[in-house]
Nanobody, 128 residues
Framework: QVQVVESGGGLVQAGGSLRLSCTASGVNFDDYSMGWFRQAPGKEREGVSCISVSGGTTYYANSVKGRFTISRDNAKNTLYLQMNSLKPEDTAMYYC?????????????????????WGQGTQVTVSS
């Protein structure tokens, strides 16, 4: 059974940092491209960042570029999202996703159905 589990969310002041983690079990983690999405109340889901199988290709939404860093440790079956200089508009539920897809040009961030497995999400709240 495939399980994708996010952790690391919480409440932080504007300008602060958080690191999200995502573990995937029941799959060969290093066969899957990974992505982070977020959804704020009343808003559509937004693709935040993706990373290729090897970690050699990454892509960021313009809204987080320069502030967030995606990485993965295939030996630990874990995906990370380091979030710095957080803003109140970053407040959302953050979801991790795994898919047999590519990350080139951020394609799967625009087409979320490319991802096969999703976690339940971890809440990030940034206070002003």
């Amino acid at each position: 059974q495939v399980q994708v589990v996010e952790s690391g969310g919480g409440l932080v002041q504007a300008g602060g940092s958080l690191r999200l983690s995502c573990t995937a079990s029941g799959v060969n983690f290093d066969d899957y491209s990974m992505g982070w999405f977020r959804q704020a109340p009343g808003k559509e889901r937004e693709g935040v960042s993706c990373i290729s199988v090897s970690g050699g290709t990454t892509y960021y939404a313009n809204s987080v570029k320069g502030r967030f860093t995606i990485s993965r440790d295939n030996a630990k079956n874990t995906l990370y999202l380091q979030m710095n200089s957080l803003k109140p508009e970053d407040t959302a539920m953050y979801y991790c996703a795994a898919g047999l897809t590519l990350c080139s040009g951020g394609y799967p961030l625009r087409y979320p159905y490319e991802y096969n497995y999703w976690g339940q999400g971890t809440q990030v709240t940034v206070s002003s």
